[in-house]
């Protein structure tokens, strides 16, 4: 094992750790707001490790939704991870195989991709495995301290720390949109549809889950067919 890999993966994993576990707190809180209790919160961040696609599907637990709204939901927010695992195959050691390759599909979210993508040379098994540990266990202990606490802080307070959740959103939305309008009519064209779908009577009779289906794959639809980005791009 290349002890310098190890380190390097752990320094590496530290701010992304922290980061995480700031908004998996949030999803604690949440998740047991939904009726879930702290052991299914712990055992859902620890087997997914991804922030919207679990409070998606929180959305279709808490509104009792089919396992098809669930499926359908994960596969349209998390596809972007599938495209993520195939451009890090190609970078990654002849170590990686059998177990490794589950472990790399588990690990991958935006923030350990972006981190690993970025080393010089190939990706060895011992940096990936140890970058992916402080972020798993930042995870994991921020849902399960936000999960407890939930059940014993005051509803006034846990309320304001579940808007941590939408604030996430807004860091992560508004910043990008102002620097490309193309991104900005996409979530505008989501914001609208999603208005539509809740004040809308008609639209009564869909569910939260696929509300969040049919505001991903419309929006995205129609910022490809109105800004299509050239092949030499």
């Known amino acids: 094992m290349n002890m310098e890999s190890v380190k390097k993966g752990l320094r590496d994993g530290i701010p992304i750790s922290l980061g995480y576990f700031a908004v998996s707190f949030a999803f604690g809180i949440l998740a047991v707001d939904s ?40 596969l349209v927010i998390n596809s972007r991870y599938m495209l993520m695992s195939i451009a890090m195959s190609q970078k990654v050691d002849a170590d990686f195989h059998g177990i490794w390759r589950w472990l790399l599909g588990y690990g991958i979210t935006d923030e350990i991709f972006a981190a690993a993508i970025q080393t010089d040379g190939t ?35 846990t309320n304001a720390l579940g808007v941590a959740l939408y604030g996430m959103f807004i860091a992560v939305v508004v910043p990008k949109a102002r620097e490309d309008f193309h991104v900005l009519f996409a979530v505008l064209i989501a914001v609208a549809i999603s208005m539509a779908l809740k004040y809308i009577p008609v639209f009564s009779f869909i569910s939260g889950g696929f509300g969040i289906i049919i ?15 050239k092949e030499d791009e």
């Open 215 to 229: 505001c991903a794959v419309a929006a995205s639809a129609v910022g490809a067919l109105v800004f299509p980005v």
């Open 123 to 157: 990706i060895k098994r011992s940096y990936f495995g140890s970058l992916i540990i402080l972020p798993v266990i930042g995870w994991t202990a921020g849902t399960f301290l936000g999960a407890f606490l939930g059940n014993i802080l005051p509803v006034m307070l």
């Open 35 to 74: 009726g879930c209790t702290v052991l299914e919160a712990v055992l859902i961040s620890f087997t997914n490790l991804t922030s919207a696609g679990q409070f998606a599907g929180l959305t279709v637990i808490a509104q009792a939704g089919t396992l098809l709204e669930m499926a359908v939901t994960q």
